[in-house]
């Protein structure tokens, strides 16, 4: 140890790992689920949208990678205002990616490569052009089929002023106004989301029993589980009393604020009692329809899953999604947002494995997904960069350094694919790729470009088609070089053919780390924390490997052992900042 090296302050010091005794053997408890947006995956057609016979065609390419399963964002019949989770058919594939027959082929293609299929339910709302929502428009008020969704009257004499002051997630208010048959204002329903997207009204029992229906429909069909689009949602508090969030928190999902990069955290932005639920999210009533849920897959042989996208803090709060009769993994979003920072890496680490561990669920890690900005880019933001949810573009302030972003993407990711429990890996991460930070305005697709008139970007950056081969069209996209989302002209070093092969590419860290972290058994391990390394360093022993990743600015001496990943080429015993490495303990 040298003495710029030596120990400072570790603030967890040789925490034991938690143990294992509840634990089960089903296979999401330790899988690496890879997020496919088929939209930007692979085009069969030559459209310039993604498709599901383009995945069936790449799904080697995956196997190959080592990941354990699939999560599909929607593919259903959908008017695509918000790519697809505004559902308006849920037992159909919409046209622009396919068949159902083309989903079954995709499926059973998966499972002949050992690869699980999880599909993304969207059960908060329906498309407006769903035929629930329809016929809740042509019915009078106070019908059965207007209570299938949140309609109320106005405020006012008139009734012309919104029932409450709610602000949708994607700007605007979270009400619109409807038009009766006579041509006169009516009542308003409400979209936490875009206006196309009303919210369905989870206490009624139809609208519960439907879903049932839907759940059936997929787990007959062979999926082997659900991703659950905002499972923080779906009840709302009696009588729908104001709520003024505090400024900003509108970020993707809704519910914690999320700071801008370099913020430092304090316990007000992330202390409940400080900071109550909002009373759209996070009421206690949603806990019964996961429980329903969780009876409909127990149905089904194997182990299915259930997955809650549920943006709820701390993590004891989120911890209540993955209770033994509810639901089976809750995204780690407080992971996710964890900043670039050992001190606060070992906090969420440890507190992630205890609150998910206290509950019997695997804990989940992830870093990118279809509404951030990827970590590539995310971990390098400067100070002035825009909060999260507000997306970054072409007049952004704070971008970060290219070389800088991917180094420290590495190294996260390098640390992530060593923790026990079960990883979430977004398309294209495997490639290293950055956001797109240029897009032009005249491309945007994103609602939440639309109805914050420009204020902020939205997430269509991290939704680019992902490249395949250097040199052809769209980046072996498809055929034709058509694309929904233009790819930038600097992609080609990224692309899957580019990396194939060559060492220390990012692709082939992801390769060798999923290997690795299987023969290990990394995924069903204990983190046992090690000191001594300094204040900048994560370090641990899991499953007889030693994992260190230096975020600090100075290098680290390693401890004897064999090298077995190293983020960054390792050269003279030291580990180098921003770099994480395995070793044999
Ligand atoms: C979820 C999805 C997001 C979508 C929103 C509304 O947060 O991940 O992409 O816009 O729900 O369905």
Redesign the pocket.
């Known amino acids: 140890m040298t003495a710029e090296t030596a120990p400072e302050f570790v603030e967890l010091t040789a925490l034991d790992g938690p143990t294992r005794d509840t634990v089960g053997s089903e296979w999401w408890r330790t899988a690496v689920i890879y997020q496919i947006y088929p939209r930007s995956f692979q085009d069969s057609t030559g459209s310039g949208v993604g498709d599901l016979p383009g995945i069936t065609s790449r799904l080697p390419a995956l196997a190959d990678l080592g990941i354990d399963a699939i999560w599909l964002s929607p593919f259903f019949r959908s008017p695509q205002k918000?790519?697809g989770?505004?559902v308006s058919d849920y037992c159909n594939v919409d046209p622009l990616f396919g068949t159902l027959a083309d989903f079954d082929a995709l499926l059973a293609t998966a499972h002949s490569l050992g690869l699980k299929v999880i599909a993304d339910m969207?059960p908060?709302?329906t498309s407006d052009q769903h035929e629930w929502f329809k016929a809740a428009l042509a019915a009078p008020e106070g019908s059965p089929e207007r209570d299938r969704y949140m309609f109320r009257d106005g405020k006012g004499p008139n009734g012309d002023i919104e029932p409450n002051n709610w602000e949708s997630v994607f700007g605007g208010s979270m009400w619109k106004r409807v038009t009766r048959a006579d041509g006169t204002p009516g009542q308003w329903f409400l979209h936490i989301?875009d206006e196309s997207?009303p919210d369905l009204n989870w206490e009624n029992e139809w609208v519960r029993d439907q879903f049932f229906g839907i759940l059936r429909f997929w787990l007959d069909r062979g999926v082997d589980g659900f991703r659950v689009?905002?499972a923080h949602g779906m009840i709302k508090e009696a009588g729908l009393p104001d709520y003024t969030p505090p400024s900003d928190s509108a970020s993707?999902?809704g519910a914690p604020v999320v700071p801008a990069p370099g913020t430092d955290l304090t316990p007000a932005i992330i202390d409940p009692n400080l900071e109550p639920d909002p009373p759209y999210w996070g009421q206690p009533g949603v806990h019964e329809i996961w429980r329903g849920w969780h009876d409909v897959l127990a149905e089904y042989a194997g182990d299915r899953v259930l997955c809650a996208?549920a943006w709820v803090n701390p993590l004891t709060k989120t911890a209540l999604w993955v209770r033994p009769d509810e639901m089976n993994q809750a995204f780690n979003f407080d992971y996710m947002f964890t900043q670039w920072k050992a001190k606060r890496l070992r906090r969420v680490i440890k507190d992630s494995l205890a609150a998910f561990m206290g509950v019997g669920a695997p804990s989940t890690w992830v870093l990118s997904?279809?509404?951030v900005v990827r970590h590539a880019t995310r971990l390098a933001l400067t100070k002035d960069a825009p909060p999260q949810g507000a997306g970054i573009g072409p007049n952004s302030p704070g971008k970060p350094d290219r070389a800088l972003g991917l180094r420290r993407a590495r190294a996260a990711t390098a640390l992530m694919l060593a923790l026990p429990g079960s990883s979430y890996v977004y398309q294209g991460e495997e490639l290293g790729l950055p956001e797109d930070m240029e897009l032009p305005d005249s491309a945007r697709q994103d609602p939440t470009w639309f109805r914050t008139h420009g204020e902020k970007y939205g997430?269509d950056g991290c939704r680019v088609p992902i490249p395949w081969e250097a040199n052809k069209p769209a980046y072996g996209f498809n055929s034709t070089g058509a694309s929904w989302l233009p790819q930038p002209d600097d992609w080609a070093p990224y692309a899957r053919d580019s990396q194939a092969g060559i060492p220390g590419s990012t692709l082939e860290l992801y390769r060798s780390a999923l290997k690795l972290r299987r023969a290990h058994g990394l995924g069903l391990g204990a983190v046992t924390w090690l000191t001594g390394y300094g204040k900048d360093v994560v370090a641990f022993s899991n499953g007889g490997v030693t994992v260190i990743c230096n975020t600090g600015k100075i290098a680290v001496e390693l401890p004897v052992g064999d090298i077995l990943l190293s983020s960054e080429a390792i050269t003279g015993g030291a580990l180098p900042t921003d770099t994480t490495v395995w070793l044999t303990s």
């Open positions: 918000d790519a989770y505004d969207v908060n709302h989301f997207q689009d905002v993707m999902g996208e997904n279809h509404d997430r």
